[in-house]
Nanobody
Framework: QVQLVESGGGLVQPGGSLRLSCAAS????????IGWFRQAPGKEREGVSC????????DYADSVKGRFTISRDNAKNTVTLQMNSLKPEDTAVYYC?????????????????WGQGTQVTVSS
């Protein structure tokens, strides 16, 4: 059974950090680009960051550049999103997704497999 599972979400104060993980089961991530997306209430799903296969290309939304870092560990079949200097506007449900492609993109329509999401809340 192909499955992606996100973890690491929670409640954090503005300026704090969280580390999200995306773990795959039932398939290997080696040949998949991985994207992180988020959706806040009443808003459309937006791309946050993505990483291509074998530490290929990476991309970030302008709103998170310099604050978020994406990385992958193919040996552990996981992708991590390190989020620093969090802001209230980062509050959303965060999803990871997999696309059978060498180069990643920030459009959610390209992604084939999705996790169930993890809630990130930034509030004092």
């Amino acid at each position: 059974q192909v499955q992606l599972v996100e973890s690491g979400g929670g409640l954090v104060q503005p300026g704090g950090s969280l580390r999200l993980s995306c773990a795959a089961s039932g398939f290997t991530l080696d040949y998949y680009s991985i994207g992180w997306f988020r959706q806040a209430p009443g808003k459309e799903r937006e791309g946050v960051s993505c990483i291509g296969t074998k530490q290929g290309n990476t991309d970030y939304a302008d709103s998170v550049k310099g604050r978020f870092t994406i990385s992958r560990d193919n040996a552990k079949n996981t992708v991590t999103l390190q989020m620093n200097s969090l802001k209230p506007e980062d509050t959303a449900v965060y999803y990871c997704a997999a696309d059978l492609a060498f180069t990643c993109g920030m459009s959610y329509v390209a992604y084939d497999y999705w996790g169930q999401g993890t809630q990130v809340t930034v509030s004092s």
